[in-house]
T-cell receptor, first 110, second 120 residues
Framework: QTVVTQEPSFSVSPGGTVTLTCGLNSGSVSTSSYPSWYQQTPGQAPRPLIYNTNARSPGVPDRFSASILGNKAALTITGAQADDESDYYCVLYRGSGISVFGGGTKLTVL | DVQLVESGGGLVQPGGSLRLSCVAS????????MSWVRQAPGKGLECVANINQDGSEKYYVDSVKGRFTISRDNAKISLYLEMNSLRAEDTAVYYCARDRFSGRGYFDYWGQGTLGAVSS
């Protein structure tokens, strides 16, 4: 069974840089997993941030970037702002069938 | 503008059924894979089912196989999720989402969600 792993929580100072990761319980994440990233605030639907590993969704500022780092997908926020405080989810495609969400990372900006 | 509007949520007893609907607008519905993604209270997101453009391919997460059925009516620009034999752990907000790239898990538009609660 595929399990997608994310840090449960992370903290960053305003103006700082943070990298969140997305891995697999077995195996490596590659571009063929088509990693995507979503931001969610309480009571709202998720907002797409990144698709196909590193392509920004329309309207997403360029301080959000993504890549493959080692054997994981990574989302980097540069110059963190207060309104970046959210839950962040990655999704990995595992071949034909259902794509799998990670457990999410709760990002605190303080 | 793309819009996805879900309906059909509610409170049901364990073992009961719910049928969720999602009406799409602002894009050519028949050109896209569609998915249902759920979020239990205080928990993370989970893709429970998806369907290709003409309904000939359907996939389900293991926990709902045999109990949930995804379907679509392109003429009515609508997506459905028939949920049977419901359990307490199925309690969640259910989102309808458009999958931009043929089922590869990039959900570029989401509805506002509908709450399905299973409780006696």
């Amino acid at each position: 069974q595929t399990v997608v792993t994310q840090e449960p929580s992370f903290s960053v100072s305003p103006g700082g840089t943070v990298t969140l990761t997305c891995g697999l319980n077995s195996g490596s994440v590659s571009t063929s997993s088509y990693p995507s990233w979503y931001q969610q605030t309480p009571g709202q639907a998720p907002r797409p941030l990144i698709y196909n590993t590193n392509a920004r969704s329309p309207g997403v500022p360029d301080r959000f970037s993504a890549s493959i780092l080692g054997n994981k997908a990574a989302l980097t926020i540069t110059g963190a702002q207060a309104d970046d405080e959210s839950d962040y989810y990655c999704v990995l495609y595992r071949g034909s069938g259902i794509s799998v969400f990670g457990g999410g990372t709760k990002l605190t900006v303080l | 503008d793309v819009q996805l509007v879900e309906s059909g949520g509610g409170l049901v007893q364990p073992g009961g059924s719910l049928r969720l609907s999602c009406v799409a607008s602002g894009f050519t519905f028949s050109n896209y894979w569609m998915s249902w993604v759920r979020q239990a209270p205080g928990k993370g997101l989970e893709c429970v089912a998806n369907i290709n453009q003409d309904g000939s391919e359907k996939y389900y997460v293991d926990s709902v196989k045999g109990r949930f059925t995804i379907s679509r009516d392109n003429a009515k620009i609508s997506l459905y999720l028939e949920m049977n034999s419901l359990r307490a752990e199925d309690t969640a907000v259910y989102y309808c989402a458009r999958d931009r790239f043929s089922g590869r898990g990039y959900f570029d538009y989401w509805g506002q969600g509908t709450l399905g609660a299973v409780s006696s």
